[in-house]
């Protein structure tokens, strides 16, 4: 079983770029691995996600052109590149991971994912 864990939240500033990491025990190469945000009340939802074999990556509308998913294998992190932040952005973070056969399938749901971190705390404030 894998365990991820999270870091690189913070309090930023509209406009501001920040990039979260999440560090897993197991090869992350064997995963498929997504990014997904929460806010109290709501639910969790997709931030962007990137195929088993890292050659595909999908976004949020909401998100899209301004953050950025990259997976290092050899260090089995993932990344989230985020920029030009905005308040809307203010959320829990968490990384998730699912082990599969597929290499080029993007999965979006946030029920296909089996593994999950704790996540971080984003917040785009003046």
């Known amino acids: 079983q894998v365990q991820l864990v999270e870091s690189g939240g913070g309090l930023v500033q509209p406009g501001d770029s920040l990039r979260l990491s999440c560090t897993t025990s197991?090869?992350?190469?064997?995963?498929?691995m997504g990014w997904f945000r929460q806010t109290p009340g709501k639910e969790r939802e997709l931030v962007g996600a990137?195929?088993?074999?890292?050659?595909?990556?999908s976004f949020a509308d909401s998100v899209n052109g301004r953050f950025t998913i990259s997976k290092d294998n050899a260090k089995n992190t993932l990344y989230l590149q985020m920029n030009n932040l905005e308040v809307v952005d203010t959320a829990r973070y968490y990384c998730?991971?699912?082990?599969?056969?597929?290499?080029?399938?993007?999965?979006?749901?946030?029920?296909?994912?089996?593994?999950w971190g704790q996540g971080t705390q984003v917040t785009v404030s003046t």
């Open positions: 990137i195929t088993k074999s890292g050659m595909s990556t």
């Open positions: 197991g090869r992350i190469s064997d995963y498929a």
């Open positions: 998730a991971g699912k082990e599969t056969y597929a290499d080029y399938y993007v999965f979006r749901r946030p029920d296909e994912y089996a593994y």
